[in-house]
């Protein structure tokens, strides 16, 4: 049983690295598809709808940025492994928020960056406006980062 | 920092000068033009066939300097993008205008020789696939046409699959009389699993029965009428081959020796560029028999200036008015605003009554993308590089121009934030010193180590966004009172203030302040007595005016409540919005040194620099580019949804004059 803590914590880690890192791939896998067929149509958009194709991209890098912290936290790169049942627990649920958001709003990210390819396709000049609507949707990537890395940040400093 | 002054103008000239008026106009490209009512003997010209034809020729001689591109590529320096159009006077243009249709002829010449190269090249491919076609046959001493003697028919042909004569023969048998079948004689010329290529000889009688009994068994005879055989007809198909090589040998040599035509090549394009928008224009005249109007609209600076130039060189008369509600909007600022007209425009240009907020947004802006990009390293190498730019390339376009100020001046931000925050490339010389040399040295914060203290830096964050928030509301209020409505802005821009601020001076008293920001204000209790009523007074205001539209008392006060309920909600959302700025600057700084990190697992020895290197670079850039994109696309959206949202409608047009819109060449006396 001494050794649940450091399961569970290895296994937040894992999953803020690959669910946000999943999504993130499909997202910019979604979007690239309607990248190249607008760049298909007009070569001259290429640096527009690529910065577009990247939006959903950020989740991944997020979910590694967590799950790296979890680790350090964990002591995996130091090698020691001594963590309690709680702290285990609690360092998994501080990579819950990150890992769920990260993934869904990379591939909601990516539906809204493929309209907003077709936006800049038709209007190139309605750049601005088409990166914004993506950006929304990663708000609340950003929020969850935010709270996991707070939170994170906490726990490590707990004596639990 | 403003909005210019714009005029409506409302020309009137003699047919006469109409081309050199024109020209005129595009070359010092002050003023936009607009569709000029007709009518009381003034009409339109149709100039569109004109136009297209125009736009036509530019195509042509686009495709033209490509295609002379590739036959003599010419290497340009990386950034010769930045190099801007090359100044010339009016004269080259003249000049090019007379040399127009004999360059013309050239550059049609260059798309033919092109046309015949591409014909030859695919003429090669249908003429090997021809030559392997003719691979089954060589062992053929007739043309595959021949008919045979007169006694005797011959059939030259093929079956599908491999075949012997016998089975051929014993196959026609079936089909024909035993005494016919005796006389049929075949001879294989190749036989391979897919097919086989026979001879078959019958007596003439029997042409017919045999050829029935060919076409019952699936014989299908080759395609060749030209009455050679398939050795000569493959010395013939080498023989055109040869030719056509040679043909695009040729044209290739022609192409190079073209060469020397592409600066003119250059001019012509740009000069058709400028005759086609010349058309644009000259469909928005109205015109008489001996005189045209034109109508448009020219900045106040300039209007003066125009009028007192087109009166004295022509016969014409410019009046200038105030302008109606259709004008365009052109705006002015120093160019650390400025830079950023690019991001307001992405928005919208200010719309009618309102006010430029390039200067209010810039200062945020930098400030903010610093915060997200929160770099020492990552700042310098931006600032440099974009300062590099605009130092070296002078005659750069106004729009790059503008975009690398406002990333010099974002870069500086990030320097700054780097600084106060000791990020330098993240963690990369505490690394360094530790794994190399053994001995960890870093420099330290101005401030403090975000990563050490988060929660400071999140109510620092939010802080920026309460300030940014209140310049959004102040700035309503400005607006309003310009437009005269004083008490509108109370209640709309002084009222979410009011409510507000109290609250947030007695949250600093607050014990959950503490737990977050780690200090609290000791607040007297008379104090929060005070806040407490101004902002309880701001709430019943806010409940009585915020649906003051309405006509029903009932239907006011529940759109009192819910304007009340949107402000509290509104200040919530809005400066937690905030919080990206930190999560945006943590992982500007994290993912930086976790890339150190990885670098320097090889250790202290000869591979662990050398991974260090490698990793070092590759992580960099892609944190910087990831996080440069982040920055720029946050510090936007904070712009436009929660700053603008408070105070900027946008709508209005940006201000494009008739000019010269060329690709290489602008005019020398385009400084009017």
Redesign the interface.
Known sequence: MDKFGFVFAVLGMALAAFLPGWGSARGVGIAGEAAAAAVSEEPSLFSKVL?LQ??P??QG??G??IG??SMSSIGI?SGSAEISLAKGLALFGTCVPIAVVGYFSAVSQAKVSVSSINLVAKRPDQ???A??FP??V??YA??A??VS??AL?GVNALNI | MAILGMKSFKLCAMQKDRKAILERLQVIGAVETKLTEAGDGFERLDSKSEYTAFLANVDKVSRALEILQQASPRKKPMLAFLEGRREVPFSVVEEAAEKAPGLLDQANGVLKLKAEIDGAKNEILLNEAQESLLMGWLDLPEPEGYPGTKRAAAFIGSLSGEHTADQIVSQLESHLDPEQAQSVYAQIVLARPEHTNFFLISLRRDAEAVEEALRQIGFSRPQATDGLTPVNRRESLRAQRKAMLQTIEENEKKLIALDSLRDDFERLQDYYSMRAEKYQVLEQLALSRHAFVLEGYVLEKDAQRLKDDLESNYTASLSIEDPDGEAPVALSNPSFSGALEG?L???SMPGKGEFDPAVAMSVFYYFMFGLMFSDAGYGLIMAIACGFCLKKFKNMEESWRKSLTMFFWCGVSTVFWGVMFSSYFGDAINVITYTFFGKEMGIPPLWFLP?EN??KL?IFCLGIGLAHLTLGYVLNGVKKIRQGAVIDAVWDALLPITVIYPLIVILTGSDMFLGLAGFKNDIPPLVTQVCLAVSGASMVFVVLTAGRESKSWFKRLLKGVYGLYNILAGWLSDV??Y??L???G??TG??AS?MN?LGAMGGKSVFGVLLFIVVFAAGQALNFG?NV??AY??S??LE??EFFGKFYEGGGRRFKPFGVHTKYIKIEEGKF
């Open positions: 910065l990247l939006l991209g950020t890098i997020y590694l940025l790296f912290l790169l750049f601005g406006k990166m914004l950006a929304m990663e708000t950003i929020l980062l935010l890395l707070l940040n | 991001v425009e992405s928005y990563m988060p929660m999140l937690l919005s919080s990206r930190l999560a945006l943590l992982a994290v993912i976790i990190q990831i994109l982040g696309v946050h936007n959206r436009y949804v």
